[in-house]
Structures are given as C-alpha cells and as structure tokens.
C-alpha cells in the first residue's frame, strides 16, 4: 500500500505566483517551490498572447528560477510530449492488432 504525503503550497509561494512577483519568488527555497514546479515551468514555456518586454522578462525569471532544478528536466519533457500524435499511433497500433487475429 502507497501512503501518499499532503504536499502543500506555503503560503508565500502562492502571493508570490497570484502577484507575478518573480522577486519574492526567487527568495524560495527548491523545497517551497516544488508543489508548484510544473505550474511554472508551464508558465515558463507557453507562447504568451502578451508579449510586451514586461512578460517577456517575467518568462526569463521564472526559467531563471527553476532552471538549476533537476526536476524540472522531467517535467519539459513530459510537456513536450505531442499527445495527439501519440494517440493517432496509439489507434493505429491496436487497429493492426486487430487486424493480426
């Protein structure tokens, strides 16, 4: 049996993220900022619809902040899976082995 940890958001970290305040931010620890990791690598790697110079630095803070992450590797490349292309392959896949009975 797997017994699950209650992971939470201190508190900081969360005005810190409702505040787009990269300063306060960066003064977390690796630890507070974990819950959060896939929220701003997300954040991090989108393409904004504002890109003023504003945003632009906002999304260069925040890859700043979780770039020394070791973590952080895994999670891009969980983002960068194409998920429609692997379910076209997935139903292509079963349909041959549909197909093989």
Known sequence: MVVSESVSVDCKVFR???HVNMQ???KCTEQEIR???PCLVRM???SPLDTSR???NMK???LTIVSGMELVNSIVALLSIDFHKLEIDVKKEQQL???GK
């Open 44 to 46: 991090g790697l989108i």
């Open 35 to 37: 819950p959060v990791l």
């Open 16 to 18: 810190a993220i409702q």
């Open 54 to 56: 504003k945003c632009t």
């Open 60 to 62: 260069v803070n925040i």
């Open 24 to 26: 306060e931010l960066a």
């Open 97 to 99: 082995r549909q197909k």
